[in-house]
């Protein structure tokens, strides 16, 4: 109690903006949903790791110039029976990553359904990106980069072929989906609060990090 | 304002039989004051050393030293720190004075000044001796110690501090050292009349602070303005029930500022809002002044700037004309640490009635003993943990009959305990209504002076930390006594709609299935008997917390359990989805006490604070309603598209009512309610039903019109599922209810009658 007279280190706010999103994942069973975020997860981040009982909840963080988003991401099961489920999933989120897999025409299909029901149901705002994942597997190709490409400029989504399997485009999806969102958030209840006035992270870590690897 | 010598002392006379060595009085500087704060600051190690020494250590080391000399060293039972004085008295050369850390500052135990802080204490016993038989003695290089390089301060240690010879301006062994500048005193320290009170004015505190907030009462107390202003909240008193508001709270300030009131109000701080100053406690001795005026609070409340400091002996002898009590120069009556302070107001207060305009004696009475417990208790409180200490305070307040938030709660708990759902009110309502009510609950405490002074005393701790660590300790005094009344409501509800029903009947068709039949990943593994039989008592642990925090901490013991179950055969690095988590919970549940878990899952989806219904634990309750909705939905025979229809429409109003409720929750720092039936709110929620009824309309028919190719692969699926639901032999069981909604009311189905009369119309 003696301290109590030594000042409180309250006014010391890092100097950068924490913004948190929910951030939800939708595609077909296997396509690669959980690979591909715990690529964005454990890749090269492991200060910024929060640990989670599983790999079905994963939180990370991205680093954009003077903001740290915090993405809390929200893992479904991809089977169609599981499907009717969704929407306590995506519901309040403010970004989705709709995943299919480029060898695998049905789960493209499968997306832009995802993508249709999103739009229809999901939060007005939602940001939404579209990933055509294996893509390592160039070979066995049977959805055409471009015609995903078209499809999701035609429904005005972020489009990036990945690879969980070689990190390409991972993060530079995250990364993507970061700036495109509206940061005065105002959805989400956390993010509110943790501006009154709350140091998540080591200020230091945030500061001296450079972003996602660039 | 100026004093002379001589009006000193004669009021001092009294104390001339303890010591007359050491005048009040000193130079009143600020600058030498500053720098004095400064010096003990800094070298707060030399004079409060720290863990390995203790009292002995103190005595030993003070022995033979200046009168005035002291160090301060923890005590050996509680948390408080003593003061230990050399008197220069051969009798007994050092004398101790415990320090008592009450709930907004420190004094001395044996007087009623108490200061926000350990330096401004030491500092006012340089100049003044109260209830200590000499002035305490600093060293003179303290004072210049704002202009030692920081390197060197941690080299001073008690022994410097104490060292006669370390220029010590010990002239006179029994002076203090500020003796010197004697001819200079413009007697800080004061002896005045005004407004009948002898007291004692130190101008120079009046010149830094004001006396403005003198006139505030300590149930109004020192603040930090630092969390007021984070949370940019007003006070306002408790209305008992209806609108409790948190007028601007940053959340609106980045978001939606466009709130009611159109505007932020940066609220000015109170005045009381003091950063530095003396609480004045009442003397605990028998008061003979008028009853109304002291009747409520602790504090000495008058209309006009009066002393910053009075001292307490003063008070009592000699303006009260009482003789001394005896209890005043000792610690706390420690008999009373057995009585409860529940059962002192129980004798206190027989009837419940707010009004303390005519207070009794023993009311009285029981206000001086609270005191004291909570001065005992702030004591010990010491050892525990932030959160106990919380909760421990709640807890108090929740029983101290008088208070707001007594009242508060004890309305919410009888309001709670009398409700039950009607075809009027669904059972969603009624909780909605017990976590608004939570909530502006939660909102008293953050206001509350009493509960401030404690979490200040957290540090850093954000808000939103603060906000769960308050919910927990709300739990105790407002859940536990309402939950299992709760749950008699949320399992006849639940039985009422079917969905208890469903579930069993469900579960025993589906139970048998393995893994891969509820279509998780190869390789996953499920859960032994020895895990299952863990996870069974973690269920039942589950079912029995009433907090539902506290069972959304077990669930997540469960899923980890789970995950390691699933991970326990497979090849190392593979690394499990929701595409296997959730089958595989699905396969836990159908091995579990599905009607019992639904119930819990409704208590915590509904009462959780929504702020935790983000996150981890947001994500698996999410997924433990989801599986237990799979199961109780699960419809063999049903057309895909029905099927699929229909969980769209009741999943959308479960979206919608959740989502209304997290804004609700979220704009609730604007919009706290603690409603009551009937009210005119009922209005405003049938036209978001309304609402809500009309998105489902709209959504279902939107499922309707899909014709997407997988759907009609699914409905192939699902006839195969069909086929072999039937050679199983289980399809007289199939003669389910149509689930109506899932988490809609009775109210609502005859409107979703409607919805599905239309949808049926159009098939």
């Given amino acids: 109690m003696s301290t109590r007279g030594t000042g409180r280190a309250n006014g010391n706010l890092p100097q950068t903006k924490i913004c948190q999103f929910k951030l939800v994942l939708l595609g077909d069973m296997a396509v690669g949903k959980s690979s591909l975020v715990l690529r964005f997860v454990k890749g090269q981040f492991d200060e910024f790791q929060e640990t989670t009982i599983g790999a079905a909840f994963l ?37 989705a990553i709709v995943v299919f897999d480029i060898t695998k025409p049905e789960t493209f299909e ?28 160039a070979d066995k190709r049977l959805v055409e980069y471009e015609e995903a490409q078209t499809y999701a400029e035609d429904t005005g989504l972020l489009f990036m072929e990945t690879s969980a399997k070689t990190a390409m485009n991972v993060n530079e999806l995250f990364l993507a989906i970061a700036k495109k969102m509206p940061k005065t958030d105002t959805q989400n209840p956390m993010h509110a609060v943790r501006h009154r006035g709350v140091n998540l992270q080591d200020p230091d870590a945030q500061s001296t990090r450079s972003c996602c690897g660039n | ?45 030399a004079w409060a050393p720290k863990s390995p020494w203790d009292r002995h250590g103190a005595h030993t080391a003070l022995w033979g030293r200046p009168a005035g000399s002291f160090l301060v060293v923890q005590g050996s039972l509680s948390q408080d720190q003593l003061l ?191 950063p530095g100053g003396v609480v004045l406690r009442r003397a605990s001795g028998t008061s003979k002044e008028d009853p109304l005026k002291r009747a409520s609070t602790d504090s000495i409340q008058s209309p006009l700037p009066q002393s910053p400091h009075r001292v307490s002996w003063i008070e009592d002898k000699i303006w009260l004309n009482s003789p001394l009590p005896s209890s005043q120069l000792q610690p706390p009556c420690l008999e009373l640490d057995s009585l409860s302070v529940s059962s002192i107001e129980e004798e206190s207060e027989p009837a419940l009635s707010p009004s303390p305009s005519l207070p009794s004696h023993r009311f009285q009475l029981a206000d001086k003993m609270k005191n004291r ?15 106990r200490r919380l909760s421990n305070r709640v807890q108090e307040m929740a029983e101290r009959k008088s208070g707001a938030f007594a009242e508060a709660v004890r309305e919410f708990i009888e309001q709670t305990l009398t409700s039950e759902p009607t075809p009027e009110i669904t059972y969603t309502e009624m909780l909605q209504e017990v976590r608004s009510s939570l909530t502006a609950l939660r909102e008293i405490l953050f206001d509350s002076t009493e509960i401030q002074s404690i979490t200040d005393s957290f540090g850093d701790t954000p808000d939103f930390e603060l906000d769960s660590m308050l919910e927990l300790a709300l739990h105790k005094v407002a859940l536990k ?53 863990k996870i069974l008592q973690r269920w039942t642990a589950m079912h029995e917390a009433y907090s539902p925090s506290k069972k959304v901490g077990t669930l997540l013991k469960v899923c980890k359990n789970i995950y390691h179950s699933m991970n326990a055969n497979a090849k190392p690095g593979t690394v499990f989805g929701a595409d296997d988590f959730l089958p595989c919970l699905t396969w836990v549940l159908l091995r579990s006490d599905v009607a019992t878990l639904q119930v819990d899952t409704d208590y915590m989806m509904e009462l959780l604070d929504p702020m935790q219904l983000q996150g981890e634990g947001g994500y698996y309750l999410t997924s433990l309603y989801a599986a237990l909705f799979y199961i109780s939905s699960f419809r063999p025979r049903v057309a895909k598209q029905q099927l699929s229809a229909e969980a769209h429409r009741s999943l959308s109003q479960w979206h919608r009512r959740r989502t209304l409720h997290c804004n609700q929750s979220r704009r609730s720092r604007n919009r706290r309610t603690i409603r009551r039936h009937g009210s005119s709110n009922g209005n405003r929620r049938t036209s978001e039903e309304r609402n809500s009824l009309k998105a489902s309309t709209e959504s279902s028919s939107l499922t ?60």
């Avoid at chain 1, 110039?65 to 403010?94: C, N």
């Avoid at chain 2, 417990?373 to 959160?387: C, K, N, R, Y």
């Fill in chain 1, 59 to 95: 939180a990370q963080s991205v680093c954009l110039d003077d903001t740290t988003v915090k993405f809390e991401i929200w893992d479904t099961a991809g089977q169609e029976r599981y499907h009717s489920l969704a929407p306590m999933y995506y519901r309040g989120a403010q970004a």
């Fill in chain 1, 110 to 137: 499968r997306a832009k359904a995802w993508v249709k029901e999103l739009q229809r149901q999901a939060s007005p705002n939602i940001v939404i990106a579209l990933a055509g994942n294996k893509a390592d597997l």
């Fill in chain 2, 1 to 45: 304002m100026m004093k002379e010598p001589k009006d000193e002392t004669e009021n001092n006379e009294n104390r001339k039989n303890i010591s007359s060595t050491v005048p009040n009085g000193i130079s009143g500087d600020p600058a030498k004051t500053l720098g004095l704060l400064h010096g003990l600051r800094v070298c707060q190690d």
């Fill in chain 2, 84 to 274: 230990c004085v050399s008197v220069g008295d051969s009798g007994e050369p050092v004398k101790e004075f415990s320090i008592m850390t009450t709930e907004k500052a420190l004094r001395l135990t044996a007087s009623h000044l108490a200061f926000p802080d350990l330096f401004q204490l030491l500092h006012f016993y340089t100049l003044s001796r109260d209830v200590l038989p000499v002035c305490l003695l600093v060293p003179s290089w303290v004072y210049t110690l704002k202009n030692l390089p920081d390197h060197l301060v941690p080299l001073l240690g008690p022994k410097t501090w104490l060292c006669p010879s370390s220029d010590l301006q010990a002239k006179s062994s029994m002076t203090p050292e500020t003796a010197e500048t004697a001819e200079t005193v413009m007697c800080t320290i004061q002896v005045t009349a005004a407004s009948g009170a002898m007291c004692f004015i130190n101008p120079l505190y009046l010149h830094e602070h004001g006396d403005d907030w003198l006139t505030h009462s300590s149930a109004n107390p020192v603040r930090h303005p630092l969390r007021r202003d984070k949370r940019l909240s007003t006070t306002r008193t408790w209305e008992g029930r209806g609108l409790k508001k948190r007028s601007s709270s940053p959340a609106e300030d980045c978001s939606t500022f466009n709130n009611d009131r159109g505007s932020f109000e940066k609220t000015p701080v109170t005045p009381s809002t003091t």
């Fill in chain 2, 373 to 387: 417990l909570s001065a005992v208790g702030q004591a010990i409180g010491g050892l525990m943990s932030p959160q």
């Fill in chain 2, 481 to 533: 006594p309402v939950y299992s009344h709760l749950y008699v409501c949320l399992k006849t509800a639940r039985r009422d709609d079917g969905t208890l029903q469903r579930l069993e009947a469900n579960k025993s068709i589906l139970e048998d299935r393995n893994l891969e039949e509820l279509e998780g990943a190869a390789g996953a593994g499920v859960p032994d008997s020895s895990v299952m039989e």
């Fill in chain 2, 704 to 763: 309707d019109d899909k014709s997407d190719t997988h759907e009609s692969l699914q409905g192939l699926d699902e006839e195969l599922q069909v086929l072999k639901e039937e050679e199983e032999g289980s399809a007289d069981r199939e003669q389910v209810q149509l689930p109506e909604t899932i988490i809609t009311s009775p109210q609502i189905d005859e409107k979703d009658r409607a919805v599905r009369v239309s949808w049926n119309e159009r098939s």
